[in-house]
């Protein structure tokens, strides 16, 4: 079965600008959770989404935000970019929580700020 | 936030030497997992302990849980290159929806 899609890949954006990533789960996951990876802070959790409701979201600003559709894909938009929101971010499936069964994980998007 | 502290933070070993990574916490946990990340990939799960003292076995890799579930080991035995990547651990958050992740421990195994 297909695994975790996320889009893009990468990407580059000028500080100040807004960017939306994409999140495509497992068929038949409803949770899905974001992280920021970063060398310095390894992976810090931003927030968790399931049957399109947010459950439980990490101290972050509120520059940071998603969402979730009815078909379980999901989507973060982090406004008014700055240096430090370069990272890597990945997206994480289950199918209830990932405390219970695990995550499954994209290959993630590396965000550039210039 | 239950903070969860990885060591070492970084290792390099020689082919087929053992190695044991450790994951410590002041907190107990219902559970804990372990995943290994490849540059350039999301982590990979490898393993979840529940039960207080129990051991899993997967190939060379030994995991351990500790008897009070505030921590956890993993063991490696005559490591391999294909070994090399970070190992990180990850136990629920106080909501339990999601789960934190120690910073990890980079592994580097060369031949």
């Known amino acids: 079965k297909a695994g975790v899609t996320q889009t893009p890949r990468y990407l580059i954006k000028t500080r100040g600008q807004q960017v939306t990533l994409s999140c495509s789960p497992i068929?038949?996951?409803?949770?899905v959770s974001w992280y920021q990876q970063t060398p310095g802070q390894g992976l810090q959790f931003l927030f968790e989404?399931?049957?399109?409701?947010?459950?439980n979201k990490g101290n972050f600003p509120g520059r940071f935000s998603g969402r979730q559709f009815s078909n379980s894909r999901s989507e973060m938009n982090v406004s008014t970019l700055e240096l430090g929101d370069s990272a890597l971010y990945l997206c994480?499936?289950?199918?209830?929580?990932?405390?219970?069964?695990?995550?499954?994980f994209g290959s993630g998007t590396r965000l550039t700020v210039v | 936030t239950q903070l969860l502290e990885q060591s070492p933070q970084f290792l390099s070993i020689q082919e087929g030497e053992n190695l044991t990574v450790y994951c410590n916490s002041s907190?107990?946990?219902?559970?804990l997992q372990w995943y290994r990340q490849e540059p350039g990939e999301g982590p990979v799960l490898l393993v979840t302990?529940?039960?207080?003292?129990e051991v899993k076995k997967l190939k060379r890799l030994t995991f351990q849980f500790g008897d009070a579930r505030k921590d956890s080991s993993l063991h490696i035995t005559a490591a391999q290159p294909g070994d090399t990547g970070l190992y990180l651990c990850?136990?629920?958050?106080?909501?339990?929806?999601?789960?934190?992740f120690g910073k990890g421990t980079s592994l580097l195994v060369t031949p």
């Open positions: 994480a499936s289950s199918l209830e929580g990932g405390n219970n069964y695990g995550y499954t």
């Open positions: 068929s038949g996951h409803r949770s």
């Open positions: 990850a136990g629920p958050t106080n909501s339990g929806y999601a789960l934190n």
């Open positions: 302990v529940v039960t207080g003292g």
């Open positions: 989404y399931f049957s399109e409701t947010q459950r």
């Open positions: 907190s107990v946990f219902s559970s």
